[in-house]
């Protein structure tokens, strides 16, 4: 596929072939923030003109949108995310297809988070030509993000059809392959198509089933997107980057880093010394030319300079420190770290730079700002409701397909790791102070910090039972 993230002209003409329209009104917005994700664009790299020559120029970068979206998805998807479901049939779904999810898929949230969209889709393969139920059938969840999502139909309630792009690899060849999840007579269809990478024509492959029936009415897919809204297209299904709004304050931190280190560049030591005082002498060259060598220059060519004999009596060595401006540089530097973090939800003091303050605790950052808790919370709520979309639909394959006695309409929970936003260590010293002082019983301790339910945290801590507060 065409690196461009969006030249895939050939895939859409098969969809269109079939009655469907993609949406690709995203895909040049998409190509703008992959540029300020990998700090590769004009901003970045450039031309300066010199006489009647250009040189190249890439500005040094702290790679701000990337830390961003890497942020976010630090904060969201890590070891302490759970996914289960109170259903054994629904847990064993979760725990064969899902296990490590936070872990594994915060690369995936990253970069989701960066273009705006991504998705989570299910994939079979190891069934039968004719497609027939096979209880060994392999169902793989596949990542796909930015233009590589291709809404086919949608409403305001969310994507019902889509198609995604992405590289396969079959039989030891590498294919481009177009699979669409459409609703078809009632149940969802996972229509493949392989193309050549080279050609871009359509090609056949041993084991690849054009149209599969998952015999079931549950989205085989779940588009994963920031709680940003998208104010380029209205009534859209792919979303704005979580950086959409920082691309001044991205800029500003790397103007500020460019400064800092220009001074640092321009600010090393120069020292000028009396062409006399230089050691020099004549060495012959390869070509039998002559050629005159000083010895005090070499690695040292941009900090000691010659200058001609001075009158008598004047120094013939001098130093010159031009002011670094540490300082007044780290306080730009901080400040577009600080508007960069203000912009995209994180709150006002997340980042800075400063070497006195150190890291903040979860506790401070929550309190300096309620913009991240109330952010958080709103990014939560978004990838929540797809993951439990693209579990249940996981399991609706697992029961059409597959054949296995699965409830895929079950609950499903997915629990977050909130101890950013409430700070779990200052929530027990609280609980165990109101237990002390007899406002609270202390079997809800049981209840609140331990899942346990009422009945058994009353059977382990008696109405009458105390706890110390530790202080």
Known sequence: MAEGRGERGYMIEWLKGMGYSPDTR???????WWGWYTARNDFYDYRVQRGQDYYPVHRETLMPAAAVAEEWSSLLMNERLEIGSPDESMAAVIAEHFTDFGVGRAEFVAESFALGTGALAASVSGVSGDGTMNPHARIDVLAHTGAAVMPLTWTDKGCDQCAFASRVEIGGRDYDQC?????????????????????????????????????????????????????????CAMGASVF????????????????????????????????????????????????????????????????????????????????????????????????????????????????????????????????????????????????????????????????????????????????????????????LAEIAAGVVPAWMYLVAFYKKSEEEAQAMLPQTAVLDPGF
Not at 26 to 32: K, L
Not at 321 to 330: A, F, G, M, T
Request: proline residues 4%.
């Open 179 to 235: 699979q669409a999840h459409v609703l078809t007579g009632g149940t969802y269809h996972i229509l493949t198509r392989l193309f050549d990478t080279e050609t871009h024509r359509a090609v056949e492959a041993d084991g690849v089933i054009p149209d599969l029936d998952t015999r079931s009415a549950l989205p085989t897919f779940a588009l994963v997107r920031p709680a940003i809204p998208n104010t380029l297209f209205a009534h």
């Open 244 to 431: 959409s709004r920082g691309i001044s304050a991205i800029k500003a931190t790397d103007e500020a880093l460019t400064s800092f280190l220009v001074h640092m560049r321009v600010g090393r030591p120069k020292m000028f010394v009396q062409d006399t005082m230089i050691a020099k002498r004549t060495v012959e060259g390869p070509d039998g030319k002559k050629r005159t060598v000083y010895d005090a220059f070499g690695e040292a060519d941009d900090i000691v300079y010659r200058v001609p004999p001075g009158e008598e009596g004047s120094k013939g060595m001098e130093v010159v420190q031009p002011d670094l401006r540490v300082s007044e540089n780290e306080e730009a530097v901080s400040a577009g770290l600080k508007m960069l973090a203000l912009a995209c939800g994180l709150g006002d003091n997340y980042w800075s730079w400063d070497s006195k303050t150190g890291i903040k605790t979860a506790t401070e950052v929550v309190s300096d700002s309620s913009m991240l808790a109330r952010n958080m919370v709103r990014h939560q709520n978004s990838l929540e409701k797809a993951i439990a979309r693209i579990v249940r639909g996981v399991a609706g394959i697992c029961r059409g397909v597959c054949g296995r006695p699965v409830n895929a309409e079950a609950e499903v929970s997915v629990d977050f790791d909130d101890g950013v936003i409430t700070d779990t260590a200052a929530d027990k010293q609280t609980m």
């Open 26 to 32: 995203m895909a040049g917005a998409i190509a703008e």
